[in-house]
């Protein structure tokens, strides 16, 4: 751990670095459950022996302390680190059946946050469990875990299951919508300062900006998927809610904006600003229908479904 590290409290980049859920495999996606008991319940009799049940950056009371003083043991493993700032509390149990009881016990008057923001359950070098941001993302199963045992599993933690395959494809496809996402978004942040209007076209500037703030974003978002930090399917249906806002929001004020300056401007003008602005929304909604369309055959749901989903930012 370097000096900085440790005088900031922060995690060191190569404790980053350890055993995760290779996610270039396939491998099995399950809703969450609401709290760590319906969890814990799940797990009680579905996992195999010897596993390890790995807590990181909680915020635990005297019980919780109590409990992994009691309990926890060194891990098996380095599991990679999901947290950077502050240096999190981290604590390796080992999966027993009575562990699970009484953990499931004391979970019932405590919040979820106060046991663990990560929880990863995994064997010797190998995870068999990733649930990062828990509560808040799926929890995603090795692929080499058979369909019937993670039936079963979704099953007792009432919820549904699919099996998720990336490819290169996916990820050209995913890269190519993620610079459609913003290079729509600079034309409408071009329009809404009323630049066309000012100047008869945007000037250069405008161009290289979009261009390089563009490739970077795509380039940042890109890099979290292939880190494991983000699901594609997740991904798609945030782009496809950030163009909807951002049409929102245009329509309620690059109009008001923008008419006043197309009214008193040159006919010719007009029609093209107008028709301009007419393809960028058509493109916009095209992109949304588009983004939840591969986010079902991600999760081989409804597009229904993932509207829904989309609304309620999952």
Avoid at 42 to 49: I, S, V
Avoid at 73 to 85: E, F, K, L, P, S
Avoid at 133 to 155: C, H, T, W, Y
Wanted: with cysteine; net charge negative; charged share 20%.
């Amino acid at each position: 751990m370097g000096r900085i590290s440790k005088l900031f409290r922060a995690v060191a980049k190569d404790e980053m670095v350890g055993i995760h859920l290779d996610l270039t495999q396939p491998y099995w996606q399950v809703d969450g459950p609401k709290t760590f008991q319906e969890l814990f319940d799940a797990l009680q009799g579905w996992l195999p022996e010897g596993v390890i049940l790995y807590f990181e950056d909680g915020s635990p009371d005297a019980e919780i302390n109590d409990f992994m003083a009691k309990y926890s043991c060194q891990g098996q493993a380095h599991v990679a680190m999901n947290t950077i700032w502050p240096r999190p509390n981290i604590f390796h149990v080992p999966a027993e059946p009575a562990i699970l009881t009484e953990l499931s016990k004391i979970m019932e008057h405590h919040a979820e946050p106060e046991l663990a923001i990560h929880f990863h359950v995994y064997k010797n070098n190998i995870v068999l469990l990733e649930w990062h941001d828990a509560f808040s993302q799926p929890i995603r199963l090795n692929g080499s875990i058979p369909e019937v045992q993670v039936e079963n599993f979704a099953k007792k933690a009432g919820k549904k299951f699919r099996k998720i395959r990336e490819d290169m494809q996916i990820h050209i496809g995913l890269y190519i919508a993620l610079f459609f996402v913003i290079s729509v978004t600079g034309r409408l942040v071009a329009h809404l300062l009323g630049i066309k209007i000012r100047h008869g076209d945007e000037p250069d500037w405008i161009m290289y900006i979009t261009g390089f703030f563009s490739f970077g974003f795509v380039h940042l978002v890109y890099q979290r998927i292939e880190n494991k930090e983000m699901a594609p399917d997740v991904t798609l249906r945030r782009m496809a809610l950030f163009v909807v806002v951002c049409m929102a929001i245009s329509t309620v004020t690059i109009w008001p904006v923008v008419l006043p300056g197309l009214l008193v401007s040159a006919h010719t003008e007009f029609i093209d600003v107008l028709v301009e602005i007419i393809l960028i929304y058509i493109f916009g909604a095209l992109f949304v229908v588009t983004a939840v369309f591969l986010a079902s055959l991600f999760n081989k749901s409804s597009f229904g479904d993932e509207l829904q989903k989309m609304g309620k930012f999952e």
